[in-house]
């Protein structure tokens, strides 16, 4: 048996983008990237999925607005987002969700580094019944 690697920047799949649901459990460690372990680290394991590459997240969720799925705290690379802890995905209430109006879907407020208080930095909010 022989085994690939899989460039998945190169492959046809498409990337996710705020505010889309996502329906999967588990997912690509966005503050290591996958690797497990911390860019110029030194083999220091990532805090956040604990070296295992991936994380679980129940859903439904959606991309983190405020790190844009970074998981990391511009400009700093060093420390977690503060919505996502870290993960790159947020988790929501529902599927019928709609870009917050107070944020425009952001995850923060024009002109201030905060998350936004409508939606907490997801950017999305639960449609009411219109």
Same mark, same amino acid.
């Given at each position: 048996? $022989?085994?690939?690697?899989?460039? #998945?920047?190169?492959?046809?799949?498409? %990337?996710?983008?705020?505010?889309?649901?996502?329906?999967?459990?588990?997912?690509?460690?966005?503050?290591?990237?996958?690797?497990?372990? #911390?860019?110029? &680290?030194?083999?220091? /394991?990532?805090?956040?999925?604990?070296?295992? &590459?991936?994380?679980?997240?129940?859903?439904?969720?959606?991309?983190?607005?405020?790190?844009?799925?970074?998981?990391?705290?511009?400009?700093?690379? $060093? #420390?977690?987002?503060?919505?996502? /802890?870290?993960?790159?995905?947020?988790?929501?209430?529902? $599927?019928?969700?709609?870009?917050? =109006?107070?944020?425009?879907?952001?995850? %923060?407020?024009?002109?201030?580094?905060? =998350?936004?208080?409508?939606?907490?930095?997801?950017?999305?909010? =639960?449609?009411?019944?219109?």
């Amino acid at each position: 048996m $022989t085994w690939q690697t899989i460039d #998945l920047s190169k492959s046809n799949t498409r %990337r996710q983008r705020p505010g889309e649901v996502l329906t999967e459990n588990v997912y690509r460690c966005a503050f290591c990237r996958g690797t497990g372990y #911390l860019s110029g &680290g030194k083999g220091i /394991k990532c805090q956040v999925c604990r070296g295992a &590459g991936e994380v679980k997240v129940e859903s439904p969720a959606v991309i983190c607005a405020y790190c844009r799925g970074t998981g990391k705290v511009e400009p700093r690379t $060093t #420390l977690t987002c503060t919505v996502c /802890k870290g993960v790159g995905v947020v988790r929501v209430e529902t $599927t019928e969700i709609k870009t917050c =109006p107070t944020c425009k879907g952001r995850g %923060r407020k024009s002109g201030s580094s905060l =998350p936004c208080l409508s939606c907490r930095g997801s950017g999305v909010i =639960p449609k009411e019944n219109e």
